[in-house]
């Protein structure tokens, strides 16, 4: 006779679901070491930066009041994976991506449109449109190789600048709580190293960076 159901042991035997892709496994160890090995630090899961734990989650702030409720939730780093999936009975799962300020921007120093993907794009555009010692800027202007877990990738920074002195920086633009992602480091190395070759400056525009950009920028217009 067929049992209805399976053994005892088996059935509590306890299974890790992956939250980005859904694939379950019976250790923790496995499920762990599967999301770092094939999804996107960052987009996809962050790592909790308890030396004891480094256990992929999607939401720090949950994750630290369910396993570490003593202790301090960090005060700087990504709080959030920015795109996740939610598992139902069924095991389809629903993708959620945060909604970002998406749209065109009319450059009136380049005479042409440049897309963004988020706010902080738009105002730095905006910016170099009214920075006088700028004299042109261009979006995702080349590729760039990079090694990540041993495989090859490719990288493609957000936006180059020439200044009236001709000097060249390259600038990716990212909130500063994705600077701490190692997928991240990896590509900015790799920019940085071909931009030194070239005699161009590598800078990853953060918050910060965005205040000073727009402060100059006022004072340039009076």
């Known amino acids: 006779m067929t049992l209805p159901f399976a053994p005892q042991e088996e059935r509590d035997a306890r299974k890790y ?3 980005v892709c859904g694939q379950l496994f019976q250790s ?6 599967h ?6 630090e960052g ?3 962050i790592v909790c930066p308890l030396q004891r734990c480094g256990a992929p989650v999607r939401d720090m702030r949950t994750h630290f009041k369910v396993k570490h409720p003593g202790e301090k939730l960090p005060k700087i780093g990504q709080m959030k994976a920015m795109i996740w999936k ?6 389809k799962g629903k993708t959620r991506k945060p909604k970002f300020k998406e749209g065109w921007h009319d450059s009136t120093k380049m005479k042409r449109q440049f897309h963004y993907r988020s706010g902080y794009e738009k105002t730095v555009y905006e910016c170099l449109d009214l920075l006088p010692e700028v004299v042109g800027y261009d979006v995702e202007p080349f590729r760039i190789k990079y090694l990540h877990k041993g495989e090859e990738h490719e990288y493609i920074p957000d936006i180059i600048v020439t200044y009236s002195d001709s000097r060249r920086e390259v600038w990716e633009i990212k909130p500063a709580s994705q600077t701490i992602p190692e997928v991240n ?3 900015w190395n790799a920019a940085t190293l071909a931009c030194e070759a070239r005699g161009w400056e590598f800078i990853v525009m953060t918050e910060q960076g965005i205040e000073k950009l727009k402060r100059k920028s006022r004072r340039a217009t009076g």
């Open 35 to 40: 999301i770092k090995e094939k999804h996107k």
């Open 43 to 45: 987009e996809e899961f």
């Open 185 to 187: 480091i990896n590509k």
């Open 28 to 33: 923790f160890n496995a499920f762990k070491e």
């Open 86 to 91: 939610d598992f139902g009975p069924t095991g």
């Open 17 to 19: 679901q992956c939250f």
